[in-house]
T-cell receptor, first 116, second 115 residues
Framework: DSGVTQTPKHLITATGQRVTLRCSPR?????VYWYQQSLDQGLQFLIQ???????AKGNILERFSAQQFPDLHSELNLSSLELGDSALYFC???????????????FGEGSRLTVL | GENVEQHPSTLSVQEGDSAVIKCTYS??????FPWYKQELGKRPQLIID?????GEKKDQRIAVTLNKTAKHFSLHITETQPEDSAVYFC??????????????FGQGTILTVHP
């Protein structure tokens, strides 16, 4: 168990719909990262939040958005869903202070999204 | 942006043999290079990492080497065991500030260790 919690584990929805994926980072971790894993694109960095603020952006579509709340949990919103958005979405957190700046990302178990 | 190429895409070895996976990267600003192992249906987990001020790092049967001049790094697994079977990903990122988690991953190598 990495300490990172993601919900839901599985989600099936239709094209055009909107879904929200939720992530709770490890206790004390201020950074949350979202990654998308698909067969054709591999593991791709989407976005990073640090203590409530957007810190880095990757190949995230305009239809996708994220936020990190004061309690440090994060949500990834995916809208106007297309078949190609079907993927495994991982959230990860990392320690960012003191002895814990090892660089390791702790991944959650992922949310598998299927768009029909 | 950064581009990481990983080879081979599949690797099949006999138990006890060594396995080597190679990666190249494009951005000279990258200086943090982790390797993640992902078992089927599971989350990626860090197995070893190296920073640019180090040329080699070992952890029991696993070692990583880095050649910054050539922009390539490699994972070496010795005395492979069936439980080493998984997908291995290399990655690169800048390690300044809080950005080391912004990883660019290679495409992955499916390692199969036959008993």
């Amino acid at each position: 168990d990495s300490g990172v919690t993601q919900t839901p584990k599985h989600l099936i929805t239709a094209t055009g719909q909107r879904v929200t994926l939720r992530c709770s980072p490890r206790s004390g971790d201020l950074s949350v990262y979202w990654y998308q894993q698909s067969l054709d694109q591999g593991l791709q960095f989407l976005i990073q939040y640090y203590n409530g603020e957007e810190r880095a952006k990757g190949n995230i579509l305009e239809r996708f958005s994220a936020q990190q709340f004061p309690d440090l949990h994060s949500e990834l919103n995916l809208s106007s869903l297309e078949l190609g958005d079907s993927a495994l979405y991982f959230c990860a957190s990392s320690p960012t202070s003191g002895r814990a700046r090892t660089g390791e990302l702790f991944f959650g178990e992922g949310s598998r999204l299927t768009v029909l | 942006g950064e581009n990481v190429e990983q080879h081979p895409s599949t690797l099949s070895v006999q138990e006890g043999d060594s396995a080597v996976i190679k990666c190249t990267y494009s951005d000279s600003a990258s200086n943090y290079f982790p390797w993640y192992k992902q078992e089927l249906g599971k989350r990626p987990q860090l197995i070893i990492d190296i920073r640019s001020n180090v040329g080699e790092k070992k952890d029991q049967r696993i070692a990583v080497t880095l050649n910054k001049t050539a922009k390539h790094f490699s994972l070496h697994i010795t005395e492979t065991q069936p439980e080493d079977s998984a997908v291995y990903f290399c990655a690169a990122s800048p390690s300044g500030g809080t950005s080391y988690g912004k990883l660019t991953f290679g495409q992955g190598t499916i390692l199969t260790v036959h008993p």
